[in-house]
Protein backbone atom coordinates (compact mmCIF):
# COMPACT_ATOMS: atom_id res chain seq x y z
CA UNK A 1 0.00 0.00 0.00
CA UNK A 2 0.45 3.61 -0.37
CA UNK A 3 0.00 4.91 2.75
CA UNK A 4 2.00 7.31 4.94
CA UNK A 5 1.20 7.87 8.16
CA UNK A 6 1.55 11.24 10.68
CA UNK A 7 -0.27 12.23 14.09
CA UNK A 8 -2.74 14.75 13.09
CA UNK A 9 -1.87 17.30 15.91
CA UNK A 10 0.75 18.68 18.25
CA UNK A 11 1.25 21.65 20.39
CA UNK A 12 4.27 22.85 22.05
CA UNK A 13 5.33 26.08 23.92
CA UNK A 14 7.66 28.16 22.32
CA UNK A 15 11.31 27.68 22.99
CA UNK A 16 10.41 23.99 23.20
CA UNK A 17 11.74 21.65 21.08
CA UNK A 18 8.53 19.85 18.68
CA UNK A 19 9.01 16.05 16.70
CA UNK A 20 7.16 15.23 14.50
CA UNK A 21 6.96 11.21 13.76
CA UNK A 22 5.70 9.90 9.72
CA UNK A 23 5.83 6.54 9.38
CA UNK A 24 6.13 5.07 5.38
CA UNK A 25 5.73 2.12 3.33
CA UNK A 26 8.13 2.02 0.57
CA UNK A 27 11.35 0.46 2.10
CA UNK A 28 12.74 1.36 -1.46
CA UNK A 29 12.61 4.65 -1.37
CA UNK A 30 15.16 7.12 -2.42
CA UNK A 31 14.88 10.00 -0.80
CA UNK A 32 12.13 10.76 2.66
CA UNK A 33 10.92 14.45 2.47
CA UNK A 34 9.91 16.90 5.13
CA UNK A 35 7.20 20.18 3.72
CA UNK A 36 5.67 23.04 5.48
CA UNK A 37 2.83 24.36 4.59
CA UNK A 38 1.38 28.00 6.14
CA UNK A 39 -2.22 28.81 5.87
CA UNK A 40 -3.16 29.59 2.34
CA UNK A 41 0.07 28.75 1.11
CA UNK A 42 2.06 26.36 -1.39
CA UNK A 43 4.32 23.51 -0.07
CA UNK A 44 7.64 24.35 1.25
CA UNK A 45 10.94 22.37 1.17
CA UNK A 46 11.72 22.07 4.55
CA UNK A 47 14.39 19.60 4.28
CA UNK A 48 15.39 15.89 2.91
CA UNK A 49 17.14 12.57 3.51
CA UNK A 50 18.98 10.14 1.37
CA UNK A 51 17.52 6.43 2.75
CA UNK A 52 21.23 5.54 3.27
CA UNK A 53 21.49 8.20 6.36
CA UNK A 54 20.55 7.89 9.69
CA UNK A 55 20.20 11.68 10.50
CA UNK A 56 20.70 15.00 9.12
CA UNK A 57 20.86 18.08 10.62
CA UNK A 58 19.91 21.69 9.17
CA UNK A 59 20.01 24.66 11.37
CA UNK A 60 17.20 24.22 13.84
CA UNK A 61 16.25 20.94 12.47
CA UNK A 62 17.29 17.29 12.55
CA UNK A 63 15.65 14.67 10.47
CA UNK A 64 16.36 11.02 12.06
CA UNK A 65 15.91 8.01 9.41
CA UNK A 66 14.60 4.40 11.18
CA UNK A 67 15.18 2.29 7.61
CA UNK A 68 14.24 -0.83 9.58
CA UNK A 69 11.05 0.41 11.04
CA UNK A 70 10.17 2.79 8.14
CA UNK A 71 10.51 5.53 10.49
CA UNK A 72 10.90 8.82 9.80
CA UNK A 73 11.03 11.97 12.14
CA UNK A 74 11.81 15.95 12.11
CA UNK A 75 12.85 17.46 15.49
CA UNK A 76 12.55 21.19 15.34
CA UNK A 77 14.49 23.01 17.81
CA UNK A 78 13.73 26.29 19.60
CA UNK A 79 10.02 26.18 18.29
CA UNK A 80 8.89 29.72 17.37
CA UNK A 81 5.05 30.81 16.52
CA UNK A 82 6.61 31.04 13.02
CA UNK A 83 6.94 27.28 12.46
CA UNK A 84 3.10 27.11 13.33
CA UNK A 85 2.16 25.20 10.30
CA UNK A 86 0.76 21.60 8.97
CA UNK A 87 4.00 19.48 8.51
CA UNK A 88 4.37 16.95 5.67
CA UNK A 89 6.44 14.07 5.24
CA UNK A 90 6.65 12.60 1.91
CA UNK A 91 8.42 9.39 0.17
CA UNK A 92 9.72 8.87 -3.34
CA UNK A 93 8.08 6.15 -4.67
CA UNK A 94 10.00 4.62 -7.53
CA UNK A 95 11.59 8.38 -8.34
CA UNK A 96 8.07 8.97 -10.46
CA UNK A 97 5.93 10.63 -7.45
CA UNK A 98 5.72 11.69 -4.00
CA UNK A 99 3.13 10.15 -1.35
CA UNK A 100 2.46 12.44 1.09
CA UNK A 101 1.88 11.66 4.76
CA UNK A 102 -1.57 13.02 6.59
CA UNK A 103 0.16 16.10 7.41
CA UNK A 104 0.69 17.09 11.09
CA UNK A 105 -0.75 20.39 12.41
CA UNK A 106 1.91 22.48 14.87
CA UNK A 107 0.84 25.01 17.03
CA UNK A 108 3.52 26.76 18.94
CA UNK A 109 1.67 28.49 21.79
CA UNK A 110 3.78 31.51 24.01
CA UNK B 1 10.58 31.16 -5.18
CA UNK B 2 11.14 27.97 -6.55
CA UNK B 3 10.93 28.95 -10.26
CA UNK B 4 7.68 27.04 -10.80
CA UNK B 5 5.04 29.12 -12.02
CA UNK B 6 0.90 28.15 -12.40
CA UNK B 7 -1.59 29.78 -13.45
CA UNK B 8 -4.23 30.86 -12.17
CA UNK B 9 -3.91 31.33 -8.49
CA UNK B 10 -7.73 30.93 -8.03
CA UNK B 11 -10.52 29.61 -10.03
CA UNK B 12 -14.01 30.24 -9.29
CA UNK B 13 -16.50 27.80 -11.27
CA UNK B 14 -19.87 26.41 -11.94
CA UNK B 15 -20.40 22.46 -12.12
CA UNK B 16 -19.78 20.92 -14.98
CA UNK B 17 -17.73 23.50 -16.60
CA UNK B 18 -14.57 22.76 -17.77
CA UNK B 19 -11.02 24.63 -16.71
CA UNK B 20 -7.57 24.17 -17.83
CA UNK B 21 -4.66 25.03 -15.36
CA UNK B 22 -1.29 25.86 -16.33
CA UNK B 23 2.35 25.00 -15.18
CA UNK B 24 5.76 26.04 -16.36
CA UNK B 25 8.52 23.93 -14.82
CA UNK B 26 11.75 25.47 -13.69
CA UNK B 27 14.20 26.23 -16.66
CA UNK B 28 15.79 23.15 -17.98
CA UNK B 29 13.36 20.44 -15.85
CA UNK B 30 11.83 17.65 -18.28
CA UNK B 31 9.59 16.38 -15.67
CA UNK B 32 6.39 17.79 -14.67
CA UNK B 33 3.76 16.55 -11.86
CA UNK B 34 0.75 17.04 -10.91
CA UNK B 35 -0.98 16.74 -6.95
CA UNK B 36 -4.16 17.63 -5.93
CA UNK B 37 -4.85 18.43 -2.52
CA UNK B 38 -8.36 18.39 -1.02
CA UNK B 39 -9.76 17.91 2.57
CA UNK B 40 -10.96 14.40 2.01
CA UNK B 41 -8.41 12.80 0.48
CA UNK B 42 -4.76 15.17 1.00
CA UNK B 43 -2.20 15.58 -1.15
CA UNK B 44 -2.43 13.11 -3.67
CA UNK B 45 -0.52 12.17 -6.78
CA UNK B 46 -2.39 12.93 -10.21
CA UNK B 47 0.03 12.14 -13.06
CA UNK B 48 4.00 12.74 -14.21
CA UNK B 49 5.07 13.65 -17.69
CA UNK B 50 8.71 13.31 -18.77
CA UNK B 51 9.85 15.75 -21.83
CA UNK B 52 6.47 15.21 -23.35
CA UNK B 53 5.10 11.86 -22.52
CA UNK B 54 3.06 10.29 -20.08
CA UNK B 55 5.24 8.59 -17.52
CA UNK B 56 3.30 7.55 -14.02
CA UNK B 57 -0.18 7.95 -13.10
CA UNK B 58 -1.92 8.05 -10.12
CA UNK B 59 -5.72 8.46 -8.90
CA UNK B 60 -6.46 11.11 -11.78
CA UNK B 61 -10.31 10.91 -12.92
CA UNK B 62 -11.23 10.05 -16.42
CA UNK B 63 -12.57 13.78 -16.61
CA UNK B 64 -8.94 14.53 -15.96
CA UNK B 65 -6.20 14.53 -18.74
CA UNK B 66 -3.10 16.62 -19.13
CA UNK B 67 0.09 17.47 -21.43
CA UNK B 68 3.01 18.19 -22.19
CA UNK B 69 4.45 20.74 -24.25
CA UNK B 70 7.22 20.57 -26.71
CA UNK B 71 8.29 24.05 -24.84
CA UNK B 72 7.85 22.10 -21.53
CA UNK B 73 4.84 23.23 -20.20
CA UNK B 74 2.23 21.75 -18.80
CA UNK B 75 -1.96 21.76 -18.54
CA UNK B 76 -4.16 19.93 -16.49
CA UNK B 77 -7.70 19.85 -18.42
CA UNK B 78 -10.86 19.55 -15.69
CA UNK B 79 -13.80 18.54 -17.08
CA UNK B 80 -17.52 17.87 -16.24
CA UNK B 81 -16.66 19.38 -12.98
CA UNK B 82 -18.44 18.59 -9.77
CA UNK B 83 -18.24 19.98 -6.06
CA UNK B 84 -15.59 17.55 -5.09
CA UNK B 85 -13.41 18.62 -7.26
CA UNK B 86 -12.52 21.91 -5.13
CA UNK B 87 -8.95 21.79 -4.48
CA UNK B 88 -5.49 23.11 -4.44
CA UNK B 89 -3.76 21.52 -7.43
CA UNK B 90 0.05 21.79 -7.40
CA UNK B 91 2.23 21.35 -10.14
CA UNK B 92 6.01 20.29 -9.39
CA UNK B 93 8.71 19.73 -11.53
CA UNK B 94 12.32 17.70 -11.18
CA UNK B 95 15.65 17.93 -12.92
CA UNK B 96 17.42 15.41 -14.66
CA UNK B 97 19.42 13.39 -11.31
CA UNK B 98 17.80 16.18 -9.26
CA UNK B 99 16.98 14.98 -5.25
CA UNK B 100 13.92 16.83 -5.17
CA UNK B 101 10.78 18.07 -7.12
CA UNK B 102 10.22 21.73 -6.64
CA UNK B 103 6.37 23.02 -6.46
CA UNK B 104 4.61 25.40 -7.56
CA UNK B 105 2.19 27.82 -5.39
CA UNK B 106 -0.73 26.25 -6.07
CA UNK B 107 -3.79 26.78 -7.85
CA UNK B 108 -6.82 27.06 -5.99
CA UNK B 109 -10.69 25.99 -7.61
CA UNK B 110 -13.27 26.47 -6.31
CA UNK B 111 -16.30 24.32 -7.74
CA UNK B 112 -19.86 26.43 -7.00
Known amino acids: GEDVEQSLFLSVREGDSSVINCTYTDSSSTYLYWYKQEPGAGLQLLTY?????DMKQDQRLTVLLNKKDKHLSLRIADTQTGDSAIYFC??????????FGTGTRLQVFP | DSGVTQTPKHLITATGQRVTLRCSPRSGDLSVYWYQQSLDQGLQFLIQYYNGEERAKGNILERFSAQQFPDLHSELNLSSLELGDSALYFCASRGENADTQYFGPGTRLTVL
Open chain 1, 90 to 99: AEDWNTDKLI
Open chain 1, 49 to 53: IFSNM
